[in-house]
């Protein structure tokens, strides 16, 4: 059957109660409306009824968000008030949730038809990027990355069209206009671990280039970077901190350029004997090695500082105190707040020491780059190699101590080159016997994470530091954490003498047991593991690490009152009960406060509750999603005879039900 149409002045129309659309989106509504303003008529008809005893006025059920915006353009005065629209006419209202409902459900176009609609318009239809912004309620920038998406190499758009990537995928390819890069990179990584990884594919595309938001760019600056030759490969898709500055070469050349001259103002301005430019963020241990800091004197804390620190640390106990009586934890706002005093607390703290006017003209400044792209003196400073040579040599001959000849002085450029290649030499030798380099490397993360102070003397970037903890003032006092506190407290450290030097405490450690120092390896790896929130990125990872693992989370991790239950709704409980127990085990608790809900919970997920055998082995086997290591895929078969999983532990027998479960007392009936 069909009904007719009739092009109805959209004042006299109004949204039906009967429309099933009750909710929009403030995005797409700003979209529609510039589509229908830029247009100046509505394409789809709408769908309504005839208002009684009002002749010429009707009841809207489909079509609502679109009779919404030109109401909305006609106050605006972009559209006139005598606009109307076509009206599709329904003799009665009977069907009107069945065709509200018809009419609502629509189908989202793919990202790469809309790539390709895009590009088609510009190309086939002779329009501008800001004319398509216009009409389809878009910014230009968005239909520039559309149009970019739609150059991709033909693999990669393809990948996009088929759906093997998603559309912050294909963003992160389209960072580079280098369609020859990009089908080799997407073939380097689609049967990869991080095919799906974004920031890898961006970090891999820009390989020996830099990104806008780079120190040294920001250092340089985008003129003189462009003036100098340089190219930018500007990515449509992030702000200007994230386009590519292809030619890494010119950069760094402007950037030593512009940092040596940093340099030699600093050394003339604050009088230091000496001013090296480092073009990092910071100084490493090599360009320390053998250097002497001066030590100025560190002045007294101001009263100010005094009372400041007295109230930062007062306000900072009081948000880890609430935190610790909420059931939530800290909030968010509470946890910026908790970070920045800490940064306030130790910038009062760490007072820069005062020194002497004669102290930095025999003294060695060091200059780098600051995250901010501004040049800044490191922190500390050191002993000018030249004022040591002349204090060894007292007399002025040559000679020091009056007896034996001075050795005949290099320039710091050779002794970094013979340091570099000593250090080659090492390297090789490490790298040639694995059992040596196992133990030098576990040495070397166990000593720097038991230290409070600078550990360059180590001579390694190696580090194992602690994850950070995503909730201050959280203590689990789960299962886990009670063994990890007992194989903490288990660990030999008879070779930690801290008078014995960094050689003396290695050779020490080197004499412990191979299981004691397997001990250390395995508390240093795995202190490094972040706690990661499901569908979070390394999510995945962890998930992996855990089904390799074989680990057994329901005998390690209860859901308790305080650790869950009474932290989710009530109803989410009793959902649960459903589907453990079926109607009759969520009937029986249903009528249950909350508090007397989730000791419930916690009695029948330990299994504490007589219940069927089948609904017992349900509830001690369920765990919240975001405590599973979910969707387990096939691993290798194990070559062990007893077919464990490698690696794998037991939990303890404190996290097994105590007493005989079948005797314990059922909990009372709900009323």
């Not at 004997?273 to 053998?290: F, H, K, N, Q, W």
């Not at 127990?581 to 009937?587: C, K, N, P, T, V």
Request: net charge negative; charged share 30%; glycine share 8%.
């Amino acid at each position: 059957m069909t009904y007719p149409i009739v092009y109805a002045l959209a004042r006299n129309c109004v949204v039906s109660p009967l429309n099933v659309r009750t909710e929009s989106d403030p995005d797409a509504d700003a979209e529609l409306e510039a589509m229908i303003g830029e247009a100046g008529f509505v394409l789809q008809n709408l769908i309504g009824t005839s208002v009684k005893r009002k002749k010429d006025h009707y009841s809207i059920f489909g079509g609502g968000r679109r009779l919404g915006r030109v109401h909305a353009l006609i106050e605006k005065g972009q559209l006139p008030d005598d606009f109307k629209i076509p009206v599709m006419v329904m003799p009665d209202a009977k069907r009107a949730i069945e065709f509200s409902l018809a009419e609502n459900q629509k189908l989202q176009m793919t990202a790469a038809d809309e790539c390709t609609a895009y590009k088609n318009i510009i190309e086939k239809e002779g329009k501008t990027a800001a004319q398509v912004a216009a009409r389809f309620g878009k910014t230009e920038r968005f239909v520039l990355g559309r149009v970019r998406l739609a150059d991709l190499h033909e693999t990669v758009f393809e990948a996009l069209r088929t759906g093997d990537i998603t559309l912050e995928v294909a963003k992160a390819y389209g960072s580079t206009s280098d369609t020859a890069r990009q089908a080799r990179v997407f073939e380097q990584y689609r049967d990869s671990y991080y095919r799906d990884d974004a920031f890898t594919i961006r970090r891999e595309l820009a390989s020996g280039s830099y990104r806008g938001g780079d120190p040294k760019a920001l250092l340089v600056g985008r003129e003189a970077y462009v003036a100098a030759g340089g190219r930018i490969d500007s990515d449509l898709f992030s702000d200007s901190a994230s386009e590519n500055w292809i030619d890494g070469d010119i950069l760094d050349r402007l950037a030593d350029e512009k940092l040596a001259a940093e340099a030699e103002a600093i050394r003339e301005r604050e009088g230091f004997g000496e001013v090296r430019a480092v073009p990092t963020t910071r100084v490493s241990y090599i360009d320390l090695d053998g250097l002497r800091p001066v030590r100025g004197e560190i002045p007294q804390p101001t009263p100010e500082d005094e009372a400041r620190s007295a109230k930062i640390e007062a306000e900072m106990n009081t948000i880890a105190e609430a935190a610790n009586e909420s059931d939530d934890g800290i909030t968010e706002d509470d946890e910026v707040r908790y970070r920045e005093l800490e940064c306030e607390l130790r910038d009062i703290q760490n007072r820069p020491p005062i020194l002497t006017d004669d102290q930095k003209a025999s003294a060695l400044a060091f200059v780098v780059i600051g995250e901010d792209g501004q040049p800044r003196v490191h922190q500390q400073v050191y002993v000018s190699p030249e004022a040591i040579d002349d204090d060894a040599d007292d007399d002025g001959d040559g000679e020091t101590d009056g007896t034996v000849s001075a050795k005949p002085a290099i320039s710091q450029r050779l002794a970094d080159e013979l340091a570099t290649m000593k250090a080659e030499l090492l390297r090789v030798h490490v790298a040639s016997d694995p059992r040596f380099a196992l133990d030098l490397g576990t040495f070397v993360m166990v000593d720097a994470a038991q230290r409070r102070y600078s550990s360059s003397d180590l001579a390694s970037e190696l580090r194992a530091d602690a994850a950070p903890s995503r909730v201050i003032g959280f203590k689990s006092e789960a299962l886990a954490a009670e063994e990890w506190a007992k194989l903490e407290a288990g660990l030999d450290r008879s070779w930690l003498d801290p008078d014995a030097g960094v050689t003396g405490r290695y050779d020490a450690f080197c004499a412990l047991s191979e299981e004691a120092r397997a001990a250390w390896l395995g508390w240093a790896i795995a202190r490094t593991i972040h706690a990661v929130p499901a569908r979070q990125t390394g999510s995945d990872f962890v998930d992996h690490l855990g089904r390799k693992l074989g680990i057994d989370v329901a005998a390690w991790w209860r859901p308790t009152a305080n650790n869950y239950f009474k932290r989710v709704t009530r109803g989410s409980i009793i959902d649960l009960f459903q589907e453990i127990g079926g109607s009759e085990l969520s009937q029986r608790y249903g009528a249950s406060k909350k508090d007397l809900l989730a000791s419930s919970a916690e009695q029948l997920f330990a299994g504490n509750i007589i219940v069927e055998a089948d609904v017992k082995e349900k509830a001690l086997a369920w765990l919240p999603e975001a405590m599973c290591f979910e969707h387990p895929v096939a691993e290798p078969a194990n070559d062990d005879a007893d077919g464990e999983t490698a690696g794998s532990i037991d939990a303890p027998t404190e996290a097994e039900p105590t007493g005989d479960v079948d005797e314990v007392e059922p909990l009372p009936d709900a009323a």
